[in-house]
């Protein structure tokens, strides 16, 4: 079975630029999420999906970073523009849902490892 | 969630065991043990999880005391792959919490030769 799949898997772009990356999630899986990890820390949650409806985007910062999943399968996360503080990889994981009970655990993609010069 | 604290790094042979701890002292009742790892370059894996019982799988064992306020994950024969960065993380299995992982900083784990 395919596992969370993630694109690009590098992108280096200038500040001030667009710049946005590709999940697909497990098939059958109902919830989505977009992790940002910096250098040497944990991943932190940006937001999360349930279907195609954002349910907890309070960590997504909302001036220049934005997010969809139009038909609650596959999402897409963008930057504009982009700042040299944006530089990280940009982890995609998917559950279950609600079907996954107490337990729903979470798959997590490659990531894509993003550099703004 | 409750917060976690593990060592920031340590060393094992390989085709040892690696006994890997967590302290997680302020854990409330419904809340899971997760273990996820990272290797270089690569996304978190899942490897295990558990609430009160250990458990074992293909990967490894998860013992769990009996007050709750630590674990150890078990790496039964470590080989060189097993090599990255190993989370433990408390997560409240209420689904109104909305499955979220908190992630620290994890044990930097290098097995060697």
């Known amino acids: 079975e395919a596992g969370v799949v993630q694109s690009p898997r590098y992108k280096i772009i200038e500040k001030k630029q667009p710049v946005a990356f590709w999940c697909n999630p497990i098939s059958g899986h109902n919830t989505l999420y977009w992790y940002r990890q910096n250098l040497g820390q944990g991943p932190e949650l940006l937001i999360r999906y349930e279907n195609e409806e954002a349910v907890d985007d309070s960590q997504l910062p909302k001036d220049r970073f934005s997010a969809e999943r139009l038909k609650g399968v596959d999402s897409t996360l963008k930057i504009q523009p982009a700042e040299l503080g944006d530089s990280a990889v940009y982890l995609c994981a998917s559950s279950l849902g609600r079907t996954g009970g107490n337990t729903d655990t979470q798959y997590f993609g490659p990531g894509t490892r993003l550099t703004v010069l | 969630d409750a917060k976690t604290t593990q060592p920031t790094s340590m060393d094992c042979a390989e085709g040892r065991a690696a006994n890997l701890p967590c302290n997680h002292s302020t854990i409330s009742g419904n809340e899971y043990v997760y273990w996820y790892r990272q290797i270089h370059s690569q996304g978190p894996q899942y490897i295990i999880h558990?609430?009160?019982n250990n458990e074992t799988n293909e990967m490894a064992s998860l013992i769990i005391t009996e007050d709750r306020k630590s674990s150890t994950l078990i790496l039964p024969h470590a080989t060189l792959r097993d090599t990255a960065v190993y989370y433990c993380?408390?997560?409240?299995?209420?689904?109104?919490?909305?499955?979220?992982?908190?992630f620290g900083g994890g044990t930097r784990v290098l097995v060697k030769p």
């Open positions: 558990g609430l009160k």
């Open positions: 993380i408390v997560r409240d299995g209420n689904k109104a919490a909305g499955n979220k992982l908190t």
